[in-house]
């Protein structure tokens, strides 16, 4: 199945209940723009290489749209697309006044030196710039992008446009960044499967974590639930799965990460194959690195009793089902992630304002804005008696819905 088949699968449960038309669901599954555009650049030794970016904007009747931008080489249009298309609901189901888009580019990050990723994404820039802009379409980072690749963007964009900041979110905190958005994604994550964990009766402590990718997300959401008493027992990167089953030594084994650029060679816990992470015996799984992981052939071996999907599309559809017959709960993508967005949404904000808010501001309506979607979302869930994902995009397709009534499309 294809990534956007699995989007549309879950969007059309949601459009189901809701009972939506067949035009408004063809018009709310269609993208408003896809760009392709050849990105060329000059490799360290003086040859030259191509390949391909994309920008996918999926629907703006809430804002303008927004979405990070992933350097991967499995990256293609069908990923951005529904990548783009989990956007929008997304920002829709914690209510910031945003669309959805995504953009990509099929490369291998680690293959190139600093100076050949700036000419990769100064070239993409070239090929985009007209598409995106404060108000209308905002990039920010995902998998394999930084604070550094934003800081390029803005800077090649405004050789076009002027100065205007707001352009892209996720820049580094001394050029216009915010404080806090870094730690964003894991942060809700954390914070998050806190509130999970309270409406299933289990404390911290009593619940064995696992966690699938050790980058941005999963360092960040160790680290807070580390401090919030979770027991992590296994962290895994492309390196390997390490594991201790007395719970590893959080601060110890994130050090080690950054100091060494993965989690290769670490050596005080077990290390186990890679994707032993998803099927340990532990009571929370965390899906924090590529789309797809949890499939039909996996899901059965799955013994934790709740899953924070904190990557992207981490489920597929069949196995979802199957996860709902084993009575695991499912905290899904576009809410237990969306702390990143939230996080990009406040960036934004102090651009446009001109003014800084500290870290506590930054936190403190972080933690507001999730925790008020979560109880929506959660709600929705017990009133209508379905599973969490089906009343997260309920939620999400119904404010989209009344956008475009608003504006009279429906
Ligand atoms: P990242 O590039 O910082 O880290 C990715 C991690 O996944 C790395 O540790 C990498 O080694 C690991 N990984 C890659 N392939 C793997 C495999 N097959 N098995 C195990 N580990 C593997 O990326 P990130 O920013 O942490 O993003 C992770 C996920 O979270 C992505 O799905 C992304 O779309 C999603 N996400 C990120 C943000 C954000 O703010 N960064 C926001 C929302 C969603």
Redesign the pocket.
């Known amino acids: 199945m294809r990534a956007s088949e699995a989007t549309e699968y879950y969007f059309t449960k949601a459009a189901d209940e809701l009972e939506l038309p067949e035009w408004l669901r063809k018009l709310m599954l269609t993208s408003k723009r896809e760009v392709a555009v050849q990105v060329v650049y000059e490799r360290d030794d003086g040859s030259v290489d191509t390949c391909l970016g994309y920008r996918v904007q999926h629907d703006n009747s809430r804002g303008p749209m927004k979405g ?1 931008l ?1 350097y991967h080489p499995q990256v293609d249009l069908d990923e951005v697309r529904a ?1 783009a298309n989990l956007m929008t609901w ?1 920002t829709a189901v914690v209510n910031l006044p945003y669309g959805g888009a995504k953009g990509g580019i099929t490369v291998d990050p680690r293959s190139l030196s600093l100076k050949e990723k700036e000419r990769l994404t100064r070239s993409f820039v070239d090929g985009i710039h007209d598409v995106i802009g404060p108000d209308s379409d905002i990039p ?7 604070y550094r690749e934003m800081s390029w963007i803005r800077n090649q964009w405004e050789k076009y446009h002027g100065f205007n900041p707001a352009v892209i979110t ?1 820049k580094p905190v001394e050029e216009y960044g915010v404080k806090g ?2 730690e ?3 942060r809700g994550v954390g914070l998050l499967a806190v509130k999970a964990l309270k409406r299933v009766g289990m404390r911290p402590k009593e619940c064995r974590t696992a966690i ?8 960040h959401a160790a680290k807070y639930m580390h401090e919030a008493d979770f027991p992590i027992v296994a962290v ?4 390997g ?1 390490y594991f201790r089953p007395e719970g590893l030594d959080v601060p110890d084994i994130v050090r080690y ?1 950054l100091a060494h650029g ?2 290769e060679g670490y050596q005080k816990a077990e290390l186990l194959p ?2 032993d ?1 998803l099927t340990l015996d532990v009571d929370l799984l965390i ?5 797809g ?1 949890i499939h039909e052939g996996n899901v059965n071996d799955v013994k934790a009793k709740i899953i924070i999907e ?5 489920t597929m559809p069949a196995a979802d089902q199957t996860l709902a017959d084993n009575g695991v709960i499912v905290l899904p ?1 576009i809410l237990a ?5 939230t ?2 949404y406040f960036e934004w904000v102090q651009n446009r304002q001109h003014y800084r808010w500290s870290l506590d501001r930054v936190r403190q309506e972080l933690d507001h804005t999730l925790s008020d979607a979560f109880e929506q979302v959660w709600q929705e869930s017990v009133s209508r008696k379905i599973d969490l994902r089906t009343a997260a995009f309920i939620l999400a397709v119904a404010r989209v819905q009344r956008a475009h009534e608003l504006v009279g499309l429906s």
């Open positions: 990070g992933r990548l997304k920010a980072p995902d998998m394999g992008t930084t996720g958005r870094e964003a994604t894991g699938q990718g050790f980058g941005n997300v999963g360092t895994s990167d492309i390196s799965c990460s993965g989690l890679r994707d992470v899906p924090a690195a590529l789309g992981v904190a990557a992207n599309g981490p993508d992630n969306a702390g990143g967005v996080a990009s």
